[in-house]
């Protein structure tokens, strides 16, 4: 035998919540293979398999919480027989028929095991909103009540009828009599003029709102705009996109230009690189820059590293990657963390402008924007071309109005001349 553990959290991590089974007692499990998924406040992480077998037990339902290293199961050898599930204690009722057969038995065991081996948060909304277990449609692994199935049913509107029902607490009301299953149909959505829903937000939801109220409630925010006439980058991505992705198999797109052009004013201005400790700033020697993707969990923040070094294929690349890893629900804890300064891109969602909030302890955030074609004064003529608004969010507590301005203009510059770039001017 072998215990499944949850992985060792970080630090700043100290529970998470169980999401996923991916396997049911009994079924066969391979050395690497991805058991049950945690959700964390910050990523989803994945618990494998350490040795070929069966999963011969289940300690943590669904919606558990669990801590770090807790035990959720155990893998036995090819073999193995799985975990008995708990006996069912069936009280005698002198006005109930006859039993015959098996069928009956194993009902009133499912629907003790419904009524009895709930877990806490199972428990709490059943409380709460006065459902009846043994009325819930159960999705469990071993036929148990997840937390969705809760709160599926309190949606639905499940709760006991008749007033002399509501008075009785969870788990006491009586099954319908001489009542064929039923398959689990999808819970309706509330009716009338105005519905509403209530679904509770997922851990690193909440760890977003805490995080960007924290940085509102501390930083200095402010947020100065400029223009980029895009046509110069546009140019140039037309003329070698082709060459670009024949030698390095990714696309050239604008955000490794911008990353490039970010990393170079962050040369020239040190203290949008820097962070605040405390009474002290720290000035970081390397350029870390995330780039935010949106996932189907959240925002989140991945890390290009030492963006000094890397070329503009390099960047793409680990764009790419960070894009993948982030839509599988694959980013790992070290892929966000750290970092110097960060990128986020609104204008792949159509935004024309906005204010973004910096990713503490950062101290500056830059925005991209959609591009527009608008109508622009150039030589003394006016001209149409394809313009994008960006923003930089910053921490004025220890960076000026001019350093800030500076910054922008460097990067609007950089963009209306790819060239500068290359030549480092």
């Known amino acids: 035998m072998a215990d499944i553990k949850v992985p060792v959290f970080s630090e700043s991590v100290s529970e998470g919540t169980l999401l996923t089974w991916h396997k049911k007692p009994g079924e066969a499990v391979t050395r690497g293979e991805v058991l049950a998924e945690i959700e964390t406040d910050k990523v989803v992480l994945e618990v494998t398999a350490q040795q070929d077998g069966v999963l011969t037990g289940i300690a943590k339902q669904e919606g558990d919480t669990v801590l770090s290293e807790e035990v959720l199961g155990t893998v036995g050898e090819a073999g193995s027989a799985p975990a008995p599930a708990p006996a069912a ?118 760890r977003i709102a805490e995080r960007l109220k924290d940085v509102q409630n501390t930083a200095a925010l ?52 820097a962070s605040v400790d405390g009474k002290d700033v720290i000035y970081h020697g390397y350029y870390d820059i995330g780039i935010a993707v949106a996932s189907d969990r959240g925002l989140v923040v991945p890390i290009l ?6 070329s503009l294929a390099a960047i793409e690349k680990g764009i790419a990657g960070y894009a993948q890893k982030a839509k599988s629900g694959k980013l790992t804890l070290d892929d966000m963390s750290g970092g110097t300064f960060s990128i986020t891109n609104g204008g792949t969602f159509g935004s024309m402008m906005s204010t973004p909030i910096i990713n503490a302890p950062q101290s500056a955030i830059l925005g991209m924007h959609n591009i527009i074609e608008r109508p622009i004064a150039q030589k003394g003529q006016v001209v149409i071309a394809p313009m994008m608004y960006i923003a930089l969010s910053y921490d004025h507590r220890i960076i000026d109005g001019k350093e800030a301005v500076q910054f922008l203009v460097m990067i609007k510059n950089l963009l209306e001349d790819p060239a500068r770039m290359l030549l480092e001017l």
């Open 89 to 206: 204690a069936v009280s005698a009722d002198p006005a109930a028929g006859p039993v015959s057969g098996e069928a009956p038995a194993q009902a009133a065991g499912n629907e003790a095991t419904r009524r009895d081996d709930l877990s806490p948060a199972v428990r709490k909304i059943v409380a709460e909103q006065n459902l009846d277990p043994a009325q819930i449609p159960a999705t469990g692994p071993k036929g148990n009540i997840t937390k969705a199935d809760a709160v599926v049913a309190a949606q639905g509107g499940l709760t006991y009828q008749g007033p002399q029902d509501a008075a009785k607490p969870a788990g006491m009301q009586p099954a319908p009599a001489a009542q064929a299953p039923q398959a689990a149909a999808p819970a309706p959505l509330p009716q009338g003029p105005r519905p509403e829903e209530r679904v509770p937000m997922t851990r690193i939801r909440q």
């Open 222 to 273: 402010l947020t100065t705009f400029n223009e980029v006439n895009m046509q110069p980058a546009m140019d140039l991505r037309k003329k070698y996109q082709d060459q670009f992705v024949a030698k390095h198999g990714v696309k050239l797109g604008f955000m490794s230009l911008f990353v490039r052009a970010a990393t170079e004013a962050l040369k020239a201005f040190p203290v949008v690189n």
């Open 305 to 310: 590293r030492d963006t000094e070094q890397l």
